[in-house]
């Protein structure tokens, strides 16, 4: 069996970001040499994730705006009624009590989920052909790793 | 290792829908002769996704009316003023400037996530006795994929 | 190729419950031998989930008040009027008409994701430093098992 692991760090300008990475994991499965098997793209990070998806722009803004009414944020204003009423009562997080302040930055994780694991034919990543991959931040403008581990033939 | 790969095709009639899959991956379970090991079952399509649970009519149908409460179609009347609130604001998804119409399905893709990774013991899918995969189509009626790549010895 | 299958049982003395199980996945890791590879660690139930975040209590009870709120359970109050316009309407779960009162349960499973896949390197979960893995129990009161299955070299 061959096996290969690489780490990326991230250190994004904004506090929220999609990155793609697909042609790094490709990169990764290279170097590895596997023909078949599986490559798994996982954020090292408890407020991040990794997601599989369209590279468009628009997407990408309404997700962002959409997980921020789900999850929403105690660091601005809700977006509206709904965001509001999500959050805890009365009103802020209790992860916020040590000083944090990133309380939706991990629901935003469980939503996303922190990893994916892609399959690998013939030396490729066999994915569709719209689907690129994502490390998304939700708490960045600090240095974040995310772990490649290629496991194949 | 052994290694063994096989795509499926799903051409729905209904624009959501949910196909039970698990005898297709225990099929090609058997294939690959793997009787210890993984297998990654990954939709193809960023419209699309894969779910292990009941196969029970009524849990889907609560499953696809609470997705489009949670993350609302634009192409019919909101279900309800959650609904209406957790669209983009004014009302569209930005990924429907191009002429799309389907921005609710990344974010169902997003929610149910578009893939699963099955244990094989013995040869056979380890689940336990209610865990039936499910093929989620969430913008049918067109032709799209999914892959199933075992691995195992 | 090695391998190594462990299953755990759970019986939480309260409905929903986190129980970290880091140190049992770590150990499986070590009984397998396994120096290189990946590390499955699946929920066995559709009313459970597996989730790879902070160990910090005040999180723990956000993420609980606020899947309450995005997946209401009908055998009580909703905690708002948010919750309870995602109940179904007119107002149970169809999954309630068996009998059964935790269709709620099923969409955290579906939230939450009922598994994750762990890298191994160098004989160790290649894990962050807040990253810990939860067996996330959404219906519980009874025995419910998760099976972890190691693969590597």
Redesign the interface.
């Known amino acids: 069996?061959k096996?290969h692991?690489e780490y990326m760090t991230f250190n994004t300008d904004e506090r929220r970001a999609f990155v793609r990475i697909t042609e790094n994991v490709q990169s990764a499965v290279d170097v590895s040499g596997a023909a078949?098997?599986?490559v798994?793209v996982?954020?090292?990070?408890?407020t991040a994730a990794v997601?599989?998806?369209?590279d468009?722009p628009?997407?990408q803004?309404?997700?962002l705006?959409?997980l921020d009414?789900?999850?929403p944020p105690s660091w601005k204003e809700p977006?509206?009624?709904?965001a509001r009423?999500?959050l805890?009562?009365p009103g802020d997080?209790?992860?916020h009590?040590?000083g944090e302040d990133n309380?939706d930055a991990?629901?935003k994780?469980?939503?996303?989920?922190?990893?994916?694991?892609?399959?690998i034919?013939e030396g490729r990543l066999?994915?569709?052909p719209?689907?690129a991959v994502f490390y998304c931040e939700f708490d960045g403008r600090r240095s974040k790793?995310l772990?490649i581990?290629v496991?194949?033939?």
Do not use: C, F
């Not at 996982?42 to 408890?46: C, E, G, K, L, T």
């Not at 977006?79 to 709904?82: G, K, L, S």
């Not at 994780?109 to 399959?119: K, T």
């Open positions: 069996m096996s692991t078949e098997g599986m798994l996982s954020a090292m990070h408890i997601w599989v998806n369209d468009e628009g997407l803004e309404d997700t705006e959409w009414k789900v999850a977006a509206n009624e709904v009423e999500l805890p009562d997080y209790r992860h009590r040590g309380g991990h629901l994780n469980l939503l996303v989920h922190h990893q994916v694991v892609l399959p034919t066999d994915l569709g719209w689907q790793r772990v581990k496991m194949g033939d």
